[in-house]
């Protein structure tokens, strides 16, 4: 494979959101041979099953662009210990109707950042429960519960030196998972 293509989903959509801060920075540390592409979900309506056999067009091109991913990151905050109903639409709308997902054996991998000590745990643990069900295939380790702290980014938007070991470390690990689980 010449290039791998990622479908990045940023389970944020404030404007300011850490967590898209963190997957911008994230993908500067991936190789020459990754491509990234912000998937948006702010524009999906509400899932309802009575709409999943006539999509509306950012459903569609939800899907279209999941679709034609080798591979997933998920950047994730965590509310109220799970992940951010926006995400939870976005991955509902995407694996509907029944049987025609298309999440399934994608690769993926899961990041997050909070103010809080433990980082995004538990809305990580929560997102690999749903990727499981959905035959996804996250890789588990390094785990990545970022918390905010000072001098985590640059002014230009990268990591920091404290912080970018750890996460040019998860970021080759993530590639290699995906080049070890992509399909064609």
């Known amino acids: 494979m010449n290039k791998y293509r990622i479908a990045c989903i940023v389970g944020s959509i404030r404007k300011e959101s850490l967590n898209r801060r963190l997957s911008e920075a994230a993908i500067l540390l991936a190789p020459p041979d990754f491509a990234f592409s912000r ?24 899907k279209s662009e999941i679709g034609g991913a080798n591979g997933l990151l998920f ?29 399934k054996g994608k690769p993926a991998g899961i990041l997050g950042i909070s103010s809080g000590a ?5 809305a990580q643990q929560h997102l690999r429960n ?16 970022i918390q905010a702290k000072e001098g985590l980014f640059r002014e230009d938007g990268s990591i920091g030196e404290a912080s970018r ?8 690990c993530f590639v290699s998972w995906v080049k070890q689980h992509a399909k064609g």
């Open 130 to 145: 749903i990727l499981s069900y959905l035959d996804v295939p996250a890789f588990g380790q390094p785990e990545a519960f």
């Open 118 to 122: 433990i980082g995004t745990a538990l």
């Open 39 to 62: 998937v948006r979900i702010d524009d999906l309506p509400l899932f309802n099953q009575d709409d999943e056999t006539n999509p509306c067009d950012a459903v569609s091109r939800l």
């Open 75 to 103: 950047v994730t905050p965590e509310y109220n210990r799970s992940v951010p109903g926006v995400l939870k639409n976005a991955i509902d709308h995407a694996s509907r109707p029944y049987g025609q997902s298309v999440w």
């Open 165 to 172: 070991q750890f996460i040019q470390n998860w970021m080759d």
